[in-house]
């Protein structure tokens, strides 16, 4: 239960200190309508500390309006969320912003994967808004389930920016939404960890992946024409560490337990590209021993049929 300190906030504006007999002004003896306009101001983390100061702000700072507010300044595609979909913008925000833990994911059981996935997808260039989309997917299809997780922002279609593109500035928000828990989940690293030039066909994919326990690793990525500013596609998937694509049911036992599972603090964007790099290295690594061994056992093939062929020569000479 509050007490009445609890209730009380500090003050803003101390009386004269000669003790004239005018009363201290508290923060919250401002209009109601003055600190909402106030709060809305504030960045998510700011607005959230300020709930926990005392209970006089507590209510004020839950408010849905502000949440909202914060929440399409952010991923401006969530306007064409249906509000059912999530719960609250206050859960979404406290969901969605921070990078899911890098501990190994287990992955959820069969009753828990989602039906169907909304993905909030907000592609930026230079600061600015370049593609806002809201893409439903059915994950309950079968073709969905067996064949490799994927999910196009773009299908059969593309799009130019207004000026041309150059990767390092670009930011990618997809952020996956379970209508059915409420739940959300960050599924990209937002700047970009990796940029790979197709010199063939004159295509940059820039991507943005944020890498999970267990070795799999959201693997959102954006093909684009750096010269022209046309953007080709913009797709998100699960990748092993041996390099491979994850199944459709695979994958979602994985995005449901990130859903689930714990997040990261601070600093979480800076360490995305190193840990991205760590499991770009091992996965080299994995592939190599791997080539090693098939070499080996090539080879150890060969010699076999080698000293049968030679065998059978030898058997024919001398009969």
């Known amino acids: ?81 249906p509000s059912a979909d999530h719960k609250g913008h206050r859960r979404l925000f406290a969901d969605a912003l921070p990078f899911p833990a890098a501990a190994a994911v287990v992955p959820a059981p069969p009753s828990a994967v989602p039906a169907r996935l909304v993905s909030a997808v907000d592609l930026h260039h230079g600061g600015a808004c370049i593609m806002s989309r809201v893409v439903e997917t059915d994950a309950a299809s079968g073709w969905f389930l067996g064949a490799p997780f994927r999910v196009d922002a773009l299908v059969q279609e593309s799009f130019s920016a207004p000026t041309p593109i150059t990767p390092a500035d670009l930011s990618l928000s997809w952020v996956l939404i379970d209508p059915a828990t409420g739940r959300a989940v960050n599924a990209s690293s937002r700047r ?78 800076a360490a995305a590209r190193l840990r991205y790099e760590e499991f770009v290295k091992g996965r080299a690594a994995r592939k190599e021993r791997k080539a090693r061994r098939e070499g080996i056992i090539d080879l150890c093939c060969s010699g076999v049929g080698a000293a049968a062929f030679l065998g059978f020569l030898v058997m024919l000479t001398f009969r």
């Open 192 to 269: 970009p960890v990796s940029v790979d030039r197709r010199w063939l066909t004159g295509e940059t994919v820039v991507r943005f992946a944020v890498v999970l326990g267990g070795g799999v690793a959201l693997d959102a990525a954006v093909t684009c024409d750096e010269r022209f500013g046309h953007i080709t596609e913009v797709s998100l998937r699960i990748e092993d560490g041996e390099g491979g694509s994850v199944s459709g049911r695979d994958g979602l036992a994985v995005v449901a337990a990130a859903m689930a599972g714990a997040r990261q603090g601070r600093g979480a964007e």
């Open 1 to 81: 239960m509050a007490t009445g300190d609890d209730l009380r906030c500090p003050a803003a504006f101390a009386g004269d200190a000669g003790g004239d007999g005018e009363s201290a002004t508290a923060i919250e003896d401002l209009p109601a309508d003055v600190l909402a306009l106030v709060l809305r101001r504030l960045d998510g983390a700011s607005l959230a500390a300020l709930g926990c100061a005392c209970a006089a702000f507590r209510g004020l700072a839950a408010d849905p309006d502000a949440w909202r507010a914060l929440c399409l300044a952010r991923w401006p595609s969530l306007r064409d969320v």
